[in-house]
């Protein structure tokens, strides 16, 4: 069968939703959502972004996906065909379905490990580096992603889903990324339950400690849920977007290398390869001397605060209790 990428007829509307949201907010809303100097850096990031991926789709295509999907079937001793018990599967409704699931699931785990893992993060951060929440971020994409993308969705075709299928399936849940990057849409009532909401994306692209390295998901909030990622947008909380050590410029090569740079002089503090190693490799903010900490220490940190306080403040409580009643005794 013969696909087209979703994208291809995605790139077009992406350029006028954005227009539209621009003008609307310059005019009606929030003039300061777009600031235009932000707003060039990411739509000069966003089109090479598309230029890097149509010059790699080859290799996800063809060396990954399509390699992966003929070395687990060749013609004689298939690996599904004999332990399986299955060649591949058709086009069918069902299977398209299946696809999307999987391809769902296998997202959650990309994204998330684009936050867990510093060198992921290095390229991933590109995408979060604007302090703007708007349609223009949703198209700031890193460039180097591509590189190690496929390999967390390669086990899909070899359970025997076509990789074009895939390729399709890929293109339909960047389509439901883009549109979630506005905050003109309000919570969807009943469609939380199981919906990767706008509102719940918002939470993604906070830098509120509450709210760092939350709601991964793709088109589906439930492998949140179930992993133990899921929060919801609390209006209580004044949402600040970006991250905690922004590149501090629209330069778009700097945008774009700014945390390699970080992690090669983070390496150089220490001699311990284990170090050099968790530098590169261990989640962002790992440090070996404690003059930086993790999003799960700060919050560890936090808590231990937040707990003293409370305790001290019922020592406090009761000692007032106690003098009350030696004053009252006296009297």
């Not at 230029?51 to 687990?72: D, P």
């Not at 590189?147 to 299928?165: A, D, H, Q, R, S």
């Not at 001397?289 to 409580?317: F, N, P, Y």
């Amino acid at each position: 069968m013969d696909f087209t990428n979703p994208l291809v007829y995605g790139v077009p509307a992406f350029l006028a939703f954005i227009l539209l949201e621009l003008t609307y907010s310059k005019n009606f809303d929030d003039k300061n959502l777009y600031k235009w100097k932000d707003l060039v850096s990411s739509l000069t990031i966003g089109t090479g972004s598309a230029i890097v991926a149509a010059l790699t789709k080859t290799i996800a295509l063809v060396l990954v996906f399509t390699v992966a999907y003929e070395l687990f079937n060749p013609v004689i001793d298939g690996v599904r065909t004999n332990i399986f018990g299955w060649k591949s599967f058709g086009y069918e409704w069902y299977f398209w379905i299946a696809c999307m699931l999987l391809d769902d699931f296998a997202y959650y785990w990309f994204h998330r490990q684009n936050h867990m893992v510093r060198f992921f993060w290095a390229a991933h951060i590109v995408h979060h580096s604007s302090d703007n929440f708007n349609l223009g971020t949703a198209v700031r994409n890193g460039w180097f992603t591509i590189i190690y993308k496929p390999f967390f969705y390669v086990w899909i075709v070899m359970l025997g889903f076509p990789p074009e299928m895939l390729l399709v399936c890929l293109g339909i849940e960047s389509l439901w990324q883009f549109q979630l990057h506005t905050k003109y849409v309000p919570k969807l009532g009943f469609l939380e339950k199981f919906i990767n909401t706008h509102t719940m994306h918002q939470v993604h692209h906070a830098k509120n400690i509450e709210y760092m390295d939350k709601n991964h998901g793709g088109i589906l909030n439930i492998f949140d849920r179930i992993f133990g990622t899921w929060k919801e947008l609390d209006d209580s909380i004044d949402i600040e977007y970006g991250v905690t050590s922004p590149p501090n410029s629209y330069n778009i090569w700097t945008i774009l290398s700014h945390e390699y740079i970080n992690i090669w002089e983070d390496m150089k503090k220490s001699k311990n390869w284990w170090h050099k190693f968790m530098y590169c490799f261990g989640p962002p903010g790992w440090s070996h001397d404690g003059s930086t900490m993790t999003i799960k220490q700060i919050r560890e940190s936090l808590a231990k605060e937040k707990l003293l306080h409370k305790k001290a403040e019922i020592l406090k409580k009761r000692s007032n209790t106690k003098n009350t009643k030696i004053l009252s005794e006296s009297a």
